[in-house]
């Protein structure tokens, strides 16, 4: 069964610093990663999809990076701001479709002005 | 938001009673889901639907039911419901664009089963 877990649970940076959240995954034989974001009290935003054959995806101030061997994707965030202050999910998508998807727990993010 | 709406946003209900949420979307879309999140265990598949009439279970279905009578929507039915059931419940999506598909949600429905 795929277990996929976001460490840290909780973060907190001032504003303008670039930071990085990851996300593990125990089975490398994947369909696809896809990042969301939600806002309290809100559902889910897509905000980047990796394909098991690429290794990166970039929008905006957002990189998302895929290394299935080692079972891991960062999400990168560029020059922080506060208004990127939100939870961030990690949901790693098993091979047969979206009902085969895993989320993690995700991120807690704080950007402080 | 891929034209998701999700009735009611909040409920407030007694255990064993019936409850039912409703999933609609404007895009006809093949597939829609239901899950539910809870603190802890992030988000979790009840059940899923690939076309009118065509239903399955995802991971957490034991007391809930399904139907998908009309493409637009997707109700989520808890037969009698329980205390256990608290939780917030989305509806999802899933949409393919070229090789790539993605999953997109609705706002949800914040349910508290007294």
């Known amino acids: 069964k795929q277990e996929v877990t976001q460490i840290p649970a909780a973060l907190s940076v001032p504003e303008g610093e670039n930071l990085v959240l990851n996300c593990s995954f125990t089975?490398?034989?994947?369909?696809?990663l896809q990042w969301f974001r939600q806002d309290p009290g809100k559902g889910l935003t897509s905000l980047l999809l990796?394909?098991?054959?690429?290794r990166e995806q970039t929008s905006g101030r957002l990189n998302a990076s895929l290394d299935k061997s080692s079972g891991r994707s960062t999400l990168y965030i560029a020059a922080s701001q506060p208004g990127d202050s939100a939870t961030y999910l990690c949901?790693?998508?098993?091979?047969?479709?979206?009902?085969?998807?895993?989320f993690g727990t995700g991120t807690k993010l704080q950007v402080i002005p | 938001d891929a034209g998701i709406t999700q009735s009611p946003r909040h409920k407030v209900t007694e255990t064993g009673t019936p409850v039912t949420l409703r999933c609609h979307q404007t895009?006809?879309?093949?597939?829609m889901y239901w899950y539910r999140q809870d603190p802890g265990h992030g988000l979790r598949l009840i059940h899923y639907?690939?076309?009118?009439?065509?239903?399955d279970k995802g991971e957490v279905s034991d007391g809930y039911s399904v139907s998908r009578s009309k493409t637009e929507d997707f109700l989520l039915t808890l037969e009698s419901a329980t205390s256990s059931q608290t939780s917030v419940y989305f509806c999802?999506?899933?949409?393919?664009?070229?090789?790539?598909?993605?999953?997109?949600f609705g706002p949800g429905t914040r349910l508290l089963v007294l």
């Open positions: 999802a999506i899933s949409e393919s664009t070229g090789n790539q598909e993605t999953q997109y």
């Open positions: 089975d490398s034989a994947i369909y696809n």
């Open positions: 990796i394909q098991s054959s690429q």
């Open positions: 949901a790693v998508g098993g091979i047969g479709g979206y009902q085969k998807v895993t």
């Open positions: 895009e006809n879309h093949r597939y």
């Open positions: 639907s690939y076309g009118v009439k065509d239903t």
